[in-house]
């Protein structure tokens, strides 16, 4: 098993916008599905948005309209670019895919 690298996290006012990104191993970017997950405080993971080889794209109700997922093919890169985020994202962001453990994740944190 490998892992991803996520980054992108930080502090974000209501309304505003982050981006974050997912470095997946090439062998492993070009095979799967690779999904964005979630874990806030006292709550379980929870998956928020997967992309696959051909871009096609799912989103959990919570985020749809919100959030983009989208892949970078040369960087092997997956980004979740989130926009008008809200106090109830604020959560620890994981990438997944078949193959790769669980990450570090990266910390969303939504306050004013």
């Known amino acids: 098993q490998v892992q991803v690298v996520e980054s992108g996290g930080g502090l974000v006012q209501p309304g505003g916008s982050l981006r974050l990104s997912c470095e997946v191993p090439?062998?492993?970017?070009?095979?799967?599905?690779i999904g964005w997950y979630r874990q806030a405080p006292g709550k379980e993971r929870e998956w928020v948005a997967r992309?696959?080889?051909?871009?096609?794209?799912g989103y959990a109700d919570s985020v749809k309209g919100r959030f983009t997922i989208s892949r970078d093919n040369p960087k092997n890169t997956v980004y979740l670019q989130m926009n008008n985020v809200l106090p109830e994202d604020t959560a620890v962001y994981y990438c997944?895919?078949?193959?790769?453990?669980w990450g570090q994740g990266t910390q969303v944190t939504c306050s004013s």
């Open positions: 997944k895919t078949t193959g790769t453990d």
């Open positions: 090439r062998t492993i970017f070009k095979s799967y599905i």
């Open positions: 992309i696959t080889t051909s871009s096609n794209t």
